[in-house]
């Protein structure tokens, strides 16, 4: 018996199918753009360190399943779909310049020129810094390549989301410092200023350690740190592993996380530096075996306290012109005062460790304007500083020469103040230009004035030696164990 379709009956049986084929469309294009908006924004982590983007693999796998589901027979589209998607994302990653010579005039200013791209982040009493992946920078990597160490223009970076990376990118897992300074990672002072900012933010988050550091400077790659700077972050982080990019490819290198430091201290409020330094301070003499229970409180058999004197020495420019007289005028006031004893040392020949325990039983220290005197960091908080400066620098020197006076603030020591050598003739072939005039004194000797060091020697004795009789009938609370 044959059986015919009414024209009504055919014309719902296709209706349906036009209906059932639209359900299928638009649940797919649902899907799809729930991928799309979901990979450029359920990578963002929270700020917290420990947050990593591994849900968003797990995201990606389930809504490339609901895809595939929404629609038998379609699975291989819909995969085919997906892949090409994120294959786009992966293209569209854009490297640019590391350094923006747009912004050359602000480099140490607000918006710099590393990574441009992207805004800092403030936080109450803390060093602006970038952290990769985070909100701020909609849950992606940031990726770098090049190793140029002449020019930061010639070196690069992008972001990109852990899911579409560069085909030929290197995933670095783990936690890198990635920082740059406007000066260098050699120079004690310079160094440690680079550095501290980290230290906070470690503190901050767990007294978190990183896997690796990346240094740069002007955005060429750097790949060495000084001895002292490099030993000093040991002790606090232990193993100091610096990238350098030497197995020959320019990458690109995409990170994990990252932690990016680009102001030096920048925004850090005094007391988060004093927390930092205090924290440096107790590691170094932790990583030096070094116990300074009892400082403080020694007394002679008079009952005198014991007032440690240190002549921290500097050969070449801005050292003594005769380290001698001064040592002896030094020696003099020394004698005078029961319970003082002078140390006479030359900083190029102590070790890190050499330096870290000198410092810590040192509770005046006299030397002339260097980098030496970031030793100062070593001594217990509330030590004196006396500085000493060459001639000329009084007068052309800028604010720079209050270095160690910041730090001397920061870090809890007492600074007494500075003696300049005076400039009491021009000696300067071009008067009229102030910054030739500063090349030609900056590394100039430092002479003495008898009658001047004697009475100021005089004066910050006595009052050490005051200041530690009222200290004997308090307590110490700073000697406890480090805060990381």
Known sequence: METQSSPKALTKLKSSCRSTELVICCTSLLVM????????????????????????RAFLIKWKGLAIDSSSGSAQDHSKNTEALISKLRDSVTFLPLKDLRVVETAM????????????????????????????????????????????TKNSYAFG????????????????????????????????????????????????RPNRWLLFHWGELRDQMGSWLYHLMQANFGEVEIVGFEGGANGPYCFEKAAVMRHNEGSMGKARK?????????????????????????????????IRLTLLMRRGSRSFKNATAVTEIFAKECAMVDGCVLKVVQSEDLSFCDQVKVMTGTDVVASPHGAQLTNMLFMDRNSSVMEFFPKGWLELAGVGQY??????????????????????????????????????????????????????????????????LEQATRSRSNLGACVC
């Open 274 to 306: 004093l927390q930092v330094f205090d924290l440096l301070r107790c590691k170094a003499r932790g990583f030096c075996s070094i116990n300074p229970a009892g400082k403080g409180q020694e007394f002679n058999k008079k009952g005198q306290p014991i």
């Open 109 to 152: 200013l607000g918006h710099t020129w590393f990574i441009s791209s992207m805004n800092d982040t403030h936080e109450e009493n803390e060093a602006e810094h970038l952290y990769f992946p985070s909100e701020a920078s909609k849950g992606r990597l940031l990726c770098m390549k090049g190793r140029n160490k002449e020019d930061g």
């Open 403 to 468: 270095a160690h006076h910041w730090m001397a603030d920061q870090s809890g020591m007492r600074h007494r103040g500075a003696w300049w050598d005076p400039l009491v003739q021009e000696e300067c072939p071009t008067p009229h230009n102030d910054l030739e005039c500063f090349k030609f004194y900056k590394n100039g000797q430092v002479g003495h004035n008898e009658t001047y060091f004697a009475e100021w020697a005089r004066s910050i004795l006595n009052q050490v030696r005051i200041s530690k």
């Open 161 to 208: 989301w852990p899911e579409s990376l560069p085909e030929s990118a290197t995933l670095l897992k783990g936690l890198t410092f990635v920082s740059d300074t406007y000066y260098d990672y050699k120079n004690l002072w310079h160094g440690l200023t680079a550095m501290a900012p980290f230290v906070s933010w470690s503190i901050k988050n767990g007294c978190v």
């Open 33 to 56: 753009i729930l991928l799309l908006f979901h990979l450029r924004t359920s990578f963002n982590s929270s700020y917290s360190y420990s947050r990593t983007s591994s849900a968003s």
